[in-house]
């Protein structure tokens, strides 16, 4: 028997949808993701629908943190998914921790989808379970933090980060480093998109928790990162946090370098504003991205290539159609020289995501294209024809409707939906696909938790009213966890008599 929400899709194919239909269908699509991973991975990280089992190939390993959960549960309750939330909630009340990962994980990863989670739990429900987990967490990869430069490793080892524990291997002589860095980034360097996705939540952790430590740090890498040198007034994706200085000349907008840029604008609106060294230093990496990186096809798609020792890449990555949304809200949310080139740069890079995805069999888009030998917007190399369930040209398209209400948008999010129940659903969940370019694409096995946090989420917004998380009132971090805008949003929560710069 074909499942209800494939039977609806087919029904409703040659119709516009209501706002409701289509706000429904992306709520049955949660419940379908989640109600699998309950029934065949409950308490790992990720989902193998195919194999209905837990992914332990993820980037937290094997350890089980339930990253699925944790990322999932502010897109449960948008989508008024309370029982499911509810035991989301319970299993990270009785079952979260990370006293018993030997392991090294990402500060980054850690952050944006754990913390990141934890901290939109709160806001939304003022739980202080949810408080208390994301400051537990936070004080975990504290120790990453201790470089020359203040700029954090990439991996911590949340096991040895423990003062007693260490103590106690130091005197049996046990003990492991710590924290290091990626052994093929550049010289043992860290990454710009990671060690500059940390502004927006450490600060908040600050704010309703009345500990400065939090922002203190974040603010360490924003003054290394105002006060070195810029060439050509870039910020290449590596950084020695021993040194100080750039690793590799490498610069993106996509994979390595791309929530960096983010953070700046991002940490400008959640302060309400008031944090004018991150416009500043947004603006002023954007016109160099404009005018060094960004380019046009001759048939007049925008788009924006990589820098390699002066040298442009002609390639853009899935994880940089997010500039599309970034580069619109950068344009409208506040007026200056800029605000109409903001404007059009970020209409073009979503237009050109879309034709990324309508120009594969399956319409959805690769996870790189090329614009180079009569080639636009495809990818040409067997490693990039693969998607993972990605959310980055969804989110373009959300904050794009919500800043234009060209109907366009929501048309497009449209198709996503039926290539994503089309292609990716499977009978025990959602899973990518190797080669997005075939009538028969493989399937990846796997369900990222991202699919629950992002893709579904943003799909969900686009088309619901804009009263739903106004763009005012909230700005969503890299995984899509959205924070309140301080001293607008009633549910910023902030702790009695903290004060903040």
């Given at each position: 028997m074909r499942s209800t929400l494939g039977w609806r899709i087919d029904y409703l194919r040659s119709f516009r949808l209501p706002i409701c239909i289509c706000t429904n269908l992306s709520a049955l699509m949660m419940i379908h993701a989640w109600s699998n991973y309950k029934l065949y991975a409950w308490g790992k990280n990720e989902l193998r629908p195919l194999s209905k089992r837990g992914h332990s190939n993820s980037i937290f390993g094997s350890f089980d943190l339930g990253a699925t959960i944790v990322d999932g549960l502010d897109t449960l309750y948008l989508m008024g998914l309370h029982k499911e939330f509810d035991e989301g909630r319970e299993w990270v009340e009785r079952k979260f921790t990370l006293d018993n990962v030997?392991?090294?994980?990402?500060?980054?990863?850690?952050?944006?989808?754990?913390?990141?989670?934890?901290?939109?739990?709160y806001a939304f429900t003022g739980d202080r379970l949810f408080l208390e987990k994301a400051r537990y967490v936070a004080d975990k990869l504290l120790p990453a933090f201790q470089t020359p430069t203040g700029i954090p490793y990439a991996l911590v080892n949340v096991h040895n980060g423990s003062r007693e524990l260490r103590l106690i291997k130091v005197l049996l002589g046990s003990i492991r480093k710590v924290s290091k860095n990626y052994g093929w980034a550049s010289g043992g360097s860290s990454i710009l998109s990671e060690f500059g996705t940390l502004h927006m939540e450490f600060a908040y952790l600050s704010d309703i928790t009345g500990d400065s430590v939090y922002r203190e740090r974040v603010q360490t890498i924003r003054a290394v990162l105002k006060d070195i040198e810029k060439p050509k007034g870039l910020y290449p994706n590596y950084l020695n946090?021993?040194?100080?200085?750039?690793?590799?000349?490498?610069?993106?907008?996509?994979?390595?370098g791309d929530s960096f840029y983010e953070y700046l604008l991002k940490a400008w609106i959640q302060s309400g504003q008031d944090d004018w060294e991150a416009r500043e230093m947004y603006?002023?990496?954007?016109?160099?991205?404009?005018?060094?990186?960004?380019?046009?096809?001759?048939?007049?798609?925008?788009?924006?290539?990589?820098?390699?020792?002066?040298?442009?890449?002609?390639?853009?990555?899935?994880?940089?159609?997010?500039?599309?949304?970034?580069?619109?809200?950068?344009?409208?949310?506040?007026?200056?020289?800029?605000?109409?080139?903001?404007?059009?740069i970020g209409e073009g890079l979503t237009n050109t995501c879309h034709e990324s995805y309508i120009r594969t069999y399956t319409r959805l888009g690769p996870e790189s294209?090329?614009?180079?030998?009569g080639v636009e917007a495809k990818a040409l190399k067997a490693q990039e024809k693969y998607y993972i369930l990605r959310p980055e040209t969804f989110e373009s398209y959300f904050i794009m409707w919500r800043l234009t209400h060209d109907q366009k948008y929501r048309d497009w999010g449209w198709d996503a939906v039926q290539a994503l129940e089309k292609h990716c659903r499977?009978?025990?969940?959602?899973?990518?696909?190797?080669?997005?370019?075939?009538?028969?694409?493989?399937?990846?096995?796997?369900?990222?938790?991202?699919?629950?946090?992002e893709t579904l989420k943003y799909l969900y917004l686009l088309f619901s009213d804009d009263s739903l998380l106004p763009l005012d009132d909230w700005v969503f971090n890299t995984e899509a966890h959205p924070l309140p805008v301080k001293d607008r949003n009633p549910l910023y929560r902030p702790a009695a008599g903290s004060s903040s710069p």
């Open positions: 030997d392991a090294e994980l990402s500060v980054f990863e850690t952050n944006i989808r754990f913390i990141g989670g934890f901290l939109t739990c946090p021993k040194t100080g200085k750039w690793g590799q000349q490498h610069m993106s907008l996509g994979a390595l603006d002023e990496a954007m016109q160099a991205i404009i005018k060094h990186m960004v380019r046009n096809t001759p048939s007049g798609l925008t788009y924006v290539s990589d820098m390699k020792f002066d040298r442009l890449e002609h390639k853009m990555d899935h994880l940089a159609c997010f500039a599309g949304g970034l580069f619109g809200l950068g344009g409208t949310s506040l007026n200056n020289q800029y605000s109409q080139q903001y404007k059009e294209f090329r614009f180079n030998d499977t009978p025990t969940g959602y899973t990518g696909l190797k080669n997005v370019y075939l009538t028969e694409p493989v399937k990846d096995d796997v369900q990222q938790s991202f699919f629950l946090a």
